[in-house]
């Protein structure tokens, strides 16, 4: 996936001496935390949207691949976005682009058969609309009685996303920085903007882990968000105190069983794909349960996801804004 340059990852210049390493330094520290924040989010997204589609993780993701397909190139210009802020205002179902199977079925690293399957599911419950062209998200789901209970926890998770980038100063944002408020006339815009987001994650965690199937993957990333992986992987992160504690990350290992619980999976599933996990590298077992690899192999991986993630979290801090959705603190 390609993404615009004015949001591509900007590392401090290279060259020698006690300054530029500390300045490398402070960028792998900061996007760490950013990265952190983002698989959060992530995380939060994947688990809201599985409660609407029975807890279907491959539901899931497609749900929010339908919408960005639908109306992605709508939200390509601010102006037009701010027009369609509120829910009531959603783009109407002609303006929408038919999305195609194949496509996102490609786009996630998903079986062809598999991703048919599933959308032909969501069409005959009524989630979904198949015309000629594809399949479409209609503005009468988003606010029917099975989604619209939805919406105040995907803005809380974003207002929370959003205030964490605000604690540790990212993207211009600082302590204090939340959605706008009241965030209802501005929610519809919040919700595709912060959809594709997590869409494009989606994709940069899919590569994370090639070879492996969606479950896997999302057990790496839950592993990871719970034994705070990407903030171990800054070499030199501060003392867990001051803006890490009141981001609320947790540290150590994580049994099996937990991950278990917080995906909603049988535990035997968990664990055959925890054992993949660790046999091809990214976790290892230890006293207490798993953790992440960060081997001379590994951290490689990670830290090019982290730059990836960090681009993505930057442009969709730059489109709520210009949007309206985030207002900054004083």
């Given at each position: 996936?390609?993404?615009s340059p004015?949001?591509?990852?900007?590392?401090a210049?290279?060259?020698?001496g006690?300054?530029?390493?500390?300045?490398?330094a402070m960028?792998?520290?900061?996007?760490?935390?950013?990265a952190?924040?983002?698989?959060?989010l992530?995380?939060a997204?994947?688990e809201?949207?599985r409660?609407l589609?029975?807890?279907?993780?491959v539901s899931s993701?497609?749900?929010?691949?339908?919408?960005?397909?639908?109306v992605?190139?709508l939200?390509?210009?601010?102006?037009?976005s701010?027009r369609?802020q509120?829910?009531?205002a959603a783009?109407?179902d002609?303006l929408r682009?038919?999305?195609?199977?194949?496509s996102?079925a490609?786009?996630?690293?998903?079986p062809?058969?598999?991703?048919r399957?599933?959308?032909?599911?969501?069409?005959?419950?009524?989630l979904?609309?198949?015309?000629?062209?594809g399949?479409i998200l209609?503005?009468?789901t988003l606010?029917?009685?099975g989604?619209l209970?939805?919406?105040?926890r995907?803005l809380?998770a974003l207002?929370?996303f959003i205030?964490?980038?605000g604690l540790?100063?990212?993207?211009g944002?600082?302590?204090?920085?939340?959605?706008?408020?009241?965030v209802w006339?501005?929610a519809?815009?919040?919700?595709?903007l912060?959809?594709?987001?997590v869409?494009?994650?989606t994709?940069?965690?899919?590569?994370?882990?090639?070879?492996?199937?969606?479950?896997?993957?999302?057990i790496?990333l839950?592993v990871?968000?719970?034994?705070g992986?990407?903030?171990r992987l800054?070499?030199?992160?501060?003392?867990?105190g001051g803006?890490?504690?009141?981001?609320?990350?947790?540290f150590?290992p994580v049994?099996?069983a937990?991950v278990a619980?917080?995906?909603?999976?049988?535990?035997e599933?968990?664990r055959?794909?925890?054992?993949q996990?660790?046999?091809?590298g990214y976790?290892?077992?230890?006293r207490?349960?798993y953790d992440?690899?960060?081997?001379?192999?590994?951290e490689?991986?990670?830290r090019?996801?982290e730059k990836?993630?960090?681009?993505n979290a930057?442009q969709?801090?730059?489109?709520l804004?210009?949007?309206g959705?985030?207002?900054?603190?004083?």
């Amino acid at each position: 996936m390609r993404l615009s340059p004015h949001v591509a990852d900007r590392e401090a210049p290279a060259g020698s001496g006690w300054a530029t390493g500390r300045n490398d330094a402070m960028t792998r520290i900061q996007r760490a935390k950013v990265a952190w924040l983002c698989v959060r989010l992530q995380l939060a997204y994947v688990e809201i949207t599985r409660g609407l589609v029975d807890g279907d993780l491959v539901s899931s993701l497609l749900v929010p691949a339908i919408l960005d397909a639908n109306v992605g190139h709508l939200d390509a210009d601010p102006d037009i976005s701010r027009r369609h802020q509120a829910l009531d205002a959603a783009y109407p179902d002609e303006l929408r682009r038919p999305a195609n199977a194949l496509s996102i079925a490609q786009f996630l690293d998903l079986p062809r058969e598999t991703a048919r399957a599933k959308l032909t599911g969501m069409v005959a419950s009524g989630l979904l609309r198949r015309t000629q062209a594809g399949y479409i998200l209609p503005a009468a789901t988003l606010v029917s009685d099975g989604f619209l209970p939805s919406i105040p926890r995907y803005l809380d998770a974003l207002d929370g996303f959003i205030s964490g980038l605000g604690l540790i100063r990212a993207f211009g944002l600082r302590p204090g920085s939340r959605l706008a408020h009241p965030v209802w006339p501005v929610a519809w815009a919040a919700m595709r903007l912060s959809t594709a987001h997590v869409l494009r994650e989606t994709a940069y965690t899919r590569e994370l882990t090639p070879g492996m199937n969606l479950t896997a993957c999302y057990i790496l990333l839950t592993v990871s968000q719970s034994v705070g992986g990407q903030l171990r992987l800054a070499s030199q992160m501060p003392a867990r105190g001051g803006v890490l504690a009141a981001l609320g990350p947790t540290f150590g290992p994580v049994r099996g069983a937990a991950v278990a619980a917080r995906l909603g999976l049988p535990e035997e599933t968990v664990r055959r794909h925890l054992k993949q996990l660790v046999e091809a590298g990214y976790l290892c077992r230890v006293r207490g349960g798993y953790d992440v690899v960060h081997d001379a192999e590994m951290e490689p991986v990670w830290r090019t996801f982290e730059k990836r993630v960090q681009a993505n979290a930057r442009q969709l801090i730059w489109r709520l804004t210009t949007t309206g959705v985030v207002l900054t603190a004083d």
